[in-house]
C-alpha cells in the first residue's frame, strides 16, 4: 500500500497506458520531474516509482483496440510502420475529405466502429491529450494510431478489473484498476470523483468503459502533471497559482 504520500507501490504497479509525446512536450515544465513510460526512477528519501510492464489485452472482446496484426498492406502516408490495417482503414473511412486530420464527430464515428460508442464528451478529452501539434482541433494519422493503441490497454484494464463481465466497473473495482497503474486515490477524492457519475436514481454507481476512460486519463493525466512538480516523490509539491490553473484548468474546460 502507498505510504508517506507516495502515488504506489513499485511493486503493484505495471504500466499506465502513456499519454502520447506531444502531449508532454506541449504542457512540459522544468527538467528532471517527467516520469518515464517503463523506467525505474529513484529520488531523495529513498523514494521510487516504476511503471513496469505493458499490460496484456484482455479477455477476447469482438474487437480489440490496440492489437497488431502484422505490417500495413495500405500504405496510407503519416501512419507509423506496421500499424494494424484495420486502424488505418478506420481513419479512412470517416477521413471523407482526405485532409489527413479528423474532427470530433469523425473520431467518434471511427472509435465507434471499432468497439462502441464513446460520449462528445470523452471523445473531445481524447483529442485534448492526443491532438496534432499541427492543428490543435483534429487528430491526424500517428495520434489515431496512438490513441488507438492507448485504448486497448484501457480496455485490457477495464476488463481485468470487471470481474462479473457486466460490462461495468463499480467504486471498489475503480479504487483498484487505479490503485494497479500506481494511482493511490484517497477514498475522498474517489468518491468525488464516481459521483460525477450520479444519475440521481439512487442505484449503486457504476462506470462503462467510456466514462473509466474518461475518468482514469483524467486522474492519470493531472497525476503526472503534478509529480513533474513532486521531485521527491514525496506527495507535496509547492506550486504557485499560475501553474496550478495551467495543470487543472485544460482538463476542466477542453472537453465540455
Given at each position: 500500500m502507498a505510504s508517506n504520500g507516495k502515488y504506489g507501490s513499485p511493486s503493484y504497479a505495471p504500466s499506465a497506458p502513456s499519454l502520447p509525446e506531444s502531449y508532454g512536450q506541449q504542457y512540459s515544465q522544468?527538467?528532471?520531474?517527467?516520469?518515464?513510460?517503463?523506467?525505474?526512477?529513484?529520488?531523495?528519501?529513498?523514494?521510487?516509482?516504476?511503471?513496469?510492464?505493458q499490460h496484456s489485452q484482455g479477455n477476447g472482446g469482438s474487437y480489440s483496440y490496440g492489437q497488431q496484426q502484422g505490417p500495413s498492406s495500405y500504405g496510407h502516408s503519416g501512419f507509423p510502420p506496421g500499424t494494424d490495417p484495420a486502424v488505418i482503414s478506420s481513419f479512412q473511412m470517416v477521413d471523407r475529405d482526405r485532409s489527413g486530420f479528423i474532427d470530433e464527430n469523425e473520431l467518434q464515428q471511427a472509435l465507434s466502429s471499432g468497439y462502441q460508442k464513446f460520449s462528445l464528451r470523452t471523445i473531445r478529452l481524447l483529442i485534448f491529450l492526443f491532438k496534432s501539434p499541427n492543428d490543435p482541433l483534429r487528430v491526424g494519422p500517428k495520434e489515431f494510431a496512438a490513441l488507438w493503441t492507448c485504448l486497448g490497454q484501457w480496455r485490457g484494464?477495464?476488463?481485468?478489473?470487471?470481474?462479473?463481465?457486466?460490462?461495468?466497473?463499480?467504486?471498489?473495482?475503480?479504487?483498484?484498476?487505479?490503485?494497479?497503474?500506481?494511482?493511490?486515490?484517497?477514498?475522498?477524492?474517489?468518491?468525488?470523483?464516481i459521483s460525477k457519475?450520479?444519475?440521481?436514481?439512487?442505484?449503486?454507481?457504476?462506470?462503462?468503459?467510456?466514462?473509466?476512460?474518461?475518468?482514469?486519463?483524467?486522474?492519470?493525466?493531472?497525476?503526472?502533471?503534478?509529480?513533474?512538480?513532486?521531485?521527491?516523490?514525496?506527495?507535496?509539491?509547492t506550486i504557485n497559482y499560475d501553474t496550478f490553473m495551467s495543470m487543472v484548468i485544460p482538463f476542466l474546460v477542453s472537453y465540455n
Open positions: 522544468g527538467s528532471g520531474g517527467s516520469y518515464g513510460h517503463g523506467q525505474q526512477h529513484s529520488q531523495g528519501n529513498g523514494g521510487s516509482y516504476s511503471y513496469g510492464q484494464i477495464f476488463e481485468r478489473y470487471d470481474k462479473d463481465r457486466s460490462g461495468k466497473i463499480d467504486l471498489m473495482e475503480l479504487r483498484d484498476a487505479l490503485y494497479s497503474l500506481g494511482l493511490a486515490i484517497p477514498p475522498s477524492v474517489l468518491q468525488l470523483l457519475y450520479d444519475d440521481g436514481s439512487g442505484r449503486r454507481v457504476e462506470l462503462n468503459f467510456d466514462s473509466f476512460v474518461e475518468c482514469g486519463m483524467i486522474v492519470k493525466g493531472l497525476t503526472d502533471k503534478f509529480k513533474e512538480k513532486d521531485l521527491r516523490y514525496t506527495g507535496s509539491a
